[in-house]
């Protein structure tokens, strides 16, 4: 049973290395955390991963919303990942045809490829969009890894049924290049496959635009093996604090998960 085996065997059971690299790194840092930096200003973004960095297991971004995008950020960004030893993951949701994909993770303003270990990817198109990726992959020679979109956390997402169970088989048949699912439920038996579940906030059950949240214990009951929290860190009065408080309650929820 997936949930109840420990990181660090899990490690060895992933085909992909960067998520035996990622299931070690939680083992060793004692975390489960994603953070989402949703932030608009790079300095903002810099901070807070300088700040959370020792505490996360990934960092998440949507570099489509920073105002003040360069390459200088991302190589702060990197040397920051490297110093408090996180991955970073640009949550891009690849969702087009395989050439279209293919181009927008390697050019343009933002060069993906470059820079992410992780990439989030919608299955919509079909399997080749992995292909594709694996195409733009190219050249690069740091591991790479992407996580399938299978299941959304908004009220009233169409990725259900059918949809969901392709995604899942999906994952599963590509998982030297995939590392994991995004879903809010126990999908995937694999053992070396992560379950990467957003919507979880301590203080809110929704953010009024249907994003819709759960508690730390909750999620991980529910299989998240990575939380990904937002809003919950970002908003705080007090960064750090609300990432230890997130840290501590998911570490605990995972730990008391493996043992009962
Ligand atoms: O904690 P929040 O609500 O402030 O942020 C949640 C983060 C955002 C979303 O873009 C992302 O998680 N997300 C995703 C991901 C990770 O792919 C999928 C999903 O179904 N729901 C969701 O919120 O950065």
């Known amino acids: 049973d997936r949930l109840k085996l420990p990181y660090c065997k899990r490690a060895k059971l992933a085909k992909n290395p960067l998520a035996s690299k990622l299931l070690e790194l939680m083992e060793s840092k004692q975390t489960n955390l994603c953070l989402a930096a949703d932030l608009k200003k790079t300095d903002a973004i810099l901070e807070l991963a300088n700040t959370a960095g020792p505490h996360i297991a990934v960092l998440k971004t949507h570099v489509d919303i920073i105002e003040d995008f360069n390459e200088g950020f991302i190589l702060q960004l990197k040397d920051l990942a490297k110093r408090h030893k996180f991955l970073l993951m640009e949550d891009r949701k690849f969702g ?19 820079w992410a270990d992780l990439i989030t990817v919608h299955p919509i198109s079909g399997a080749s969009v992995i292909d594709a990726l694996k195409k733009g992959m190219k050249n690069i020679t740091e591991p790479r890894g992407i996580f399938l979109i299978a299941e959304m956390s908004s009220k009233g997402t169409l990725t259900t049924g059918d949809y969901l169970k ?5 994952a599963e048949e590509a998982s030297n290049l995939v590392v994991g699912l995004v879903c809010q439920s126990n999908l995937s038996a694999q053992s070396g496959l992560l379950q990467l579940t957003p919507g979880v906030q301590l203080s809110k059950s ?34 750090l604090k609300a990432a230890l408080e997130y840290k501590r309650q998911l570490w605990n929820a995972y730990e008391k998960r493996i043992n009962s």
């Open 206 to 239: 929704d953010d009024g635009l249907d994003q819709q949240y759960n508690n730390p214990e909750t999620v991980i009951n529910a299989g998240a093996d990575l939380a990904v929290v937002g809003r919950g860190i970002t908003e705080a009065s007090n960064c």
């Open 96 to 114: 087009d045809i395989g050439n279209t994909v293919s181009l927008q993770y390697r050019y343009g303003l933002y060069k993906i490829a470059e």
């Open 166 to 170: 392709s995604a899942v088989s999906m």
